[in-house]
């Protein structure tokens, strides 16, 4: 296993010795806190929210409103979208107030409508009392003109066929799968494909900055949020505010991250087996990460030949996927593991929400029309090809989120990817966990390149997605609060210390 020794004083150093490089300038004027609700520049007006968005507890309190803006900005007269959008007003008093943080979780296909409620419940009471919280749902997602890719090439059936496959033809079936679901986004998208593009978000993201009257944005972006970021600060760097990108997706296009993600999901799979094995106590799959690996395959085998109640190796697989995205998650697999192998059941193993449900549905049609409208895709030669070179590494990968080898296949092909920072970007903060298989860590490296003058705040020996106001890690939350609040940049790079495994 490949676990930090270092020792754990020594990790959060730079921030335990609160050396600042800078600090950034202070933020634009605040608006009183108690401004109308109807905003003077575009007519948006709050309000009650959808039953979708939770009440925040007293004396916070959160209201919605939308904003409408051009589907295609080339034809500002032509076809518009609404934007769903909410807020939760700073509770601070006016002299703490540093203006509007929007907030965006990921995807792409994430709600952030909710998001504004439920991120800033976990936010530290400085921020909180300091700016107004944004949510909004991005074009394609939600409340925002959502995305329907109909069947999908047969992604919603169940069992789904093995996202595996093996043989050359079932390769075929894979790449015909493939080509299906981008006939249905096209036939369901219809004239916005291309326009449901992160970029598009971005200037969205801008036009609600305008809306609310603030000269500059104060941003955190989790996940494909950190992507959605650094293009908006790529596009707009002089009215990027603190901008805080965490569990980062770096600057490559979204089928070359999603190979790099279907390796680090390999190496995470290993310490869960170990982690399993270490615990046999427990969930009795064996004592060595062999034997638990001959568990694991026993039940994925069993499940491709027999599906128990639409429950096959396509949905176990994805169950996985999900699961080694979150330490907190593994216990929960393991103990489906150990069920299924006892008695044939997979109810522990089956998530709660059905994953044909309305908003999984909207979620997958609306990250496959992005993924592929924020830049060129792969031929389906390279996807049959690499789809091999994964099986090479372990005839099981998990390649549940490869999504975006859909766009060997897209209607609407573009020809760059979306940009991303840039030299004249103020300094960002990033925020990665180290062994991270859902962003893995070299991303936040190679973005921190594009980003001069910003800082990388690492999470070590912690092997979880999301971090900031996440991970309940104190000098990752303080060192990103200073930036927030008081602009105070790092002098350097902060390693903080994890938490390791998770006990059983």
């Known amino acids: 296993m490949n676990r930090s020794t270092r020792p754990p004083g020594l990790l ?20 009183a806190a108690d401004a109308p609700a109807r905003s003077p520049h575009s007519g948006i007006r709050f309000g009650p929210c959808p039953t979708s968005v939770p009440a925040p507890p007293a004396p916070a309190r959160v209201e919605c409103g939308s904003l409408d803006v051009p589907l295609d900005r080339n034809r500002p007269d032509g076809r518009h979208v609404r934007i769903a959008v909410s807020r939760v007003p700073a509770t601070g008093t006016p002299a703490e107030r540093r203006g509007i943080l929007l907030v965006n979780p990921g995807g792409p296909g994430g709600s952030g409508l909710p998001y504004a409620v439920t991120k800033r419940a976990k936010l530290p009471e400085r921020v909180r009392r300091g700016y107004d919280v944004i949510g909004f749902d991005p074009r394609g997602v939600g409340g925002s003109a959502p995305a329907d890719c109909g069947a999908m090439g047969g992604l919603f059936r169940s069992p789904a066929a093995d996202p595996v496959p093996r043989g050359r033809a079932a390769e075929r079936d894979h790449l015909t799968a493939l080509r299906r679901l981008a006939d249905d986004c096209a036939a369901g998208a219809g004239p916005a494909l291309p326009h449901l593009s992160t970029g598009a978000t971005a200037q969205d993201m801008d036009a609600i900055r305008a809306a609310l009257g603030e000269e500059r944005i104060g ?68 004592r060595s990460a062999r034997e638990v690996r001959a568990a694991y395959d026993r039940v994925r085998a069993s499940l ?53 449900g309305p908003e999984s549905r909207n ?109 309940g890690n104190a000098c990752v939350d303080d060192t990103v609060a200073a930036y927030l609040v008081d602009g105070s940049v790092p002098a350097g790079d902060v390693r903080c210390a994890g938490p390791g495994l998770p006990t059983a």
């Open 219 to 286: 941003f955190l972006g989790v996940s494909y949020g950190s992507y959605l970021g650094a293009a908006y600060a790529a596009r707009f760097p002089h009215r990027t505010g603190r901008m805080v990108l965490d569990s980062v997706v770096g600057p490559e296009s979204w089928y070359d991250f999603d190979l790099r993600q279907a390796r680090a999901m390999l190496r995470q799979r290993e310490t869960l087996l170990e982690w399993l094995a270490a615990h046999d106590d427990r969930f009795a799959l064996g």
């Open 363 to 471: 979620y997958e049609a609306a990250n496959r029309i992005v993924k592929c409208a924020d830049g060129p895709g792969p031929t389906p030669a390279r996807v049959t090809a690499d789809l091999r070179a994964l099986r090479r590494l372990d005839p099981f990968p998990v390649v549940t989120g490869i999504e975006a080898s859909a766009c060997a296949y897209w209607h609407r092909r573009p020809v760059s990817r979306t940009p991303l920072g840039g030299p004249a970007t103020p300094p960002v903060l990033l925020v990665a966990s180290a062994h991270d298989p859902v962003t893995p860590v070299e991303g936040a490296r190679r973005l921190r390149r594009e980003l001069p003058g910003s800082r990388l705040v690492t999470l070590a020996d912690d092997y979880s997605h999301g971090v900031f106001a996440s991970r």
């Open 12 to 31: 959060c150093a730079l921030a335990a010795t609160s050396a600042v490089l800078s600090v950034l300038p202070p933020l634009s004027p605040a608006r």
């Open 304 to 356: 491709a030949a027999h599906p128990a109640d639409g429950f096959g190796p396509a949905e176990f697989d994805r169950a996985v996927y999900r699961a080694l995205g979150r330490t907190e998650r593994w216990a929960p697999l393991g103990d489906g593991l150990r069920a299924y192998l006892r008695d044939g059941g997979v109810d522990v193993l089956r998530p709660k929400a059905p994953f044909d």
